[in-house]
């Protein structure tokens, strides 16, 4: 299992322990250190289309107004900590963004 964050987001560090806690062999993978691939971004996005952009987030109140209305994927490309987070993606394919009550809720039932 792969958790798609940054080391330093709460709610990152909540989720890995919540899951490892659960049972799950979770991995926080660091978009900003480690990096994510162009390849792994294009799947994200087709499962979370707009939704996967963070646009609560310092990185996109940073942008320009031009940068802003890009395309979102390049957008994310060239500015990993624009992805929200957490996104969860389990070696099947089962994935889930944020950590609200509802992912929370899915992990439980797929660990069950």
Known sequence: MKIYGLKN????????????????????????????????????????????VNRRSTTWRGLSEEMRGGEPLALMIAHPSLMKRPVVVEGGGFMTLGWGKEQQEQWRLKNA
Do not use: M, N, W, Y
Not at 27 to 36: A, E, Y
């Open 9 to 52: 987001c709460d709610t990152c560090r909540r989720a890995l322990k919540e899951l490892r806690a659960a049972g799950h062999d979770a991995v926080l993978i660091d978009v900003r250190i480690d990096g994510i691939s162009p390849e792994i971004l294009e799947r994200l996005f087709s499962v979370f289309g707009q939704d996967l």
